[in-house]
């Protein structure tokens, strides 16, 4: 029955796919105008109508990796630049877990050791495939093992691994 459900939840994924593609190129299209105009004034967030391009679980000043990462060292992480590369690379989450995501609940089902490499099955269908395939990183169905609000997001991320 859960491989059922599995097949299911594929197509689910499969049709909430264009909404996610049109998020995603969203971010690029209305990170510099939502930053540039519409930022709070301490710059840690967005007002409305772009409060839906923030991310859930950080400011637009980003988390620890995307800070020791991405920007360089003794740089603002509030300047404008560095706010709209967060969005160009993290846009968009408020809508990937509160429109497109599903109800978190404790993980039950079939997981590899590491969830972080393989497929896991909730016993309700929802999966998550998350791998290293040569230099590409593959994150697809829904974040699982991610608790924010509540809630697990949509993800679709194929990407360049990070020692590629």
Partial sequence: ???????????????????????????YIFAVPAVLLFSTKDRKHLRF??????????????????????????SDPYSNYNRIMWLFRNGGQVVEYKVLGIDYKEFQGVSPLNPNHGLSVRTDGYWQYRNIIGPVEVYWGWGLWSNIADRSKYVWTTRRAKNA
Avoid: A, C
Wanted: charged share 20%; hydrophobic share 50%; no cysteine.
């Fill in 1 to 27: 029955m859960i491989w059922l459900r599995f097949i299911l939840t594929i197509f689910k994924w499969l049709l909430l796919m264009p909404l996610h593609l049109l998020v995603w190129l969203s971010r």
């Fill in 49 to 74: 109508p772009f409060r839906w391009l923030e991310t859930q679980d950080n400011d637009l000043g980003g988390d620890f990796g995307w800070q020791s990462e991405h920007i360089k060292p003794g």
